[in-house]
């Protein structure tokens, strides 16, 4: 039966929701006479919209181990002049030749939810990398939701069960990750402890020659010291479902005015953030990057990390550099948008900060040894709870995988 939003839809634009119809139809008719080939590997990252993260470093992999040319490699993406190393196929996000693919290939490997109507073939192998450690309740373990305006929490449940009942593989950065990833996914499948694959630069390419290289490629001044702001956003500040508002109270005026000298601070949005700012006035201090950076390599380049709840702090924290927590809605955050598994406040290691005033003072008073002297067997501790199993080979473990 069609609901009320399906019927409005089909009276403002009747061609394309009959057109969509139908194509599903066909697709579901596919599904039952396309076989899929193990040689045919299909890549989507953060649901299409760049190429990042787990899937990018084991497709790097493969090309690494010239093993494009055993494998066709594919990526599903929103825009398909994404530039990619390699020849891989590159197709529109559920066009046909998506779809085409998804019942084609002999493995999918995602970092997000899939598309809903997807179907896939049981001799097709799923790898999911999923896409961070969690801090905030994720799944079935929230107790409530306002994304976008959307507060049916059952409905949001019932689709994330339906959803990882697809999911044959799921790769978790330590053990902490899979017992929530079990429970709150109500994952059946097999669990991959190996750390991930996104991480593995951070271990094998941790090097001047190649920072330089990176700082080269962005264009980024190598005179001065870099921070990396990254925060995570906030469920209900959006202009719309899937995208969501730059949420900060930082004062980029007083940055500006007390760290111009020495720093350069780079902006990273979350990829779900959709925002046009106009920085014109902090020039030569504050770098805006786009989707199409990979935050790895920030991760490298970088002398600090500002972050809030995001899971960046996890993967940053195998570079053992400061991280600084600016959390200037905590309890705000923690009580109506988002619990968390853990006390940030007894386990993040580094300082949290919640004024501007916090902020910009522990910046300019940073000094290595005090910083050790607080923080080093916090860090110490969250590296081994957080971090175990990432040794730079999970790409490697994932392309055995495949081959098998």
Sequence with gaps: MLNKKTIKKTIKYPIYIITKYYARILYILASHIINPNKNIILFESSNGRNYTGNPRYIYEEILNQGLDKEFKCVWSLAQ????????????????????????????????????????????????????????????????????????????????????????????????????????AFDFKGEILEIGYPRNDILINNNTLQYISKIKTKFNIPKNKKIILYAPTWRDNEYYQRGEYKFATKMDFNKMYAELNNEYILIVKFHYLVKENINWDNYKEFIIECNEDWDIQELYLISDMLITDYSSVMFDYSILKKPIIFYTYDLENYENNIRNFYFDMTKEVPGPICKTNTELINFIKNYNEEDYNREYAEKYEKFNKKFNPYDNGKSSKRIIELIKK
């Design 80 to 183: 398909i002049n994404t530039q990619i190393p390699g020849n891989p196929i590159k197709v529109k996000r559920s066009f046909f030749r998506f779809l085409y693919y998804t019942l084609r290939s002999g493995a999918w490997i995602f970092d997000s939810r899939h598309l809903y109507y997807l179907r896939k073939n049981e001799k097709t192998k799923y790898i999911q990398t999923w896409h961070g450690t969690p801090l905030k309740k994720l799944a079935l373990d929230m107790d409530y939701i306002d994304m976008a305006g959307n507060k049916n929490i059952k409905e949001y449940h019932e689709e994330f069960k339906k959803n990882t009942k697809t999911w044959q593989y799921l790769i978790s950065q330590n053990e902490y990750s899979t017992e929530i990833f079990k429970r």
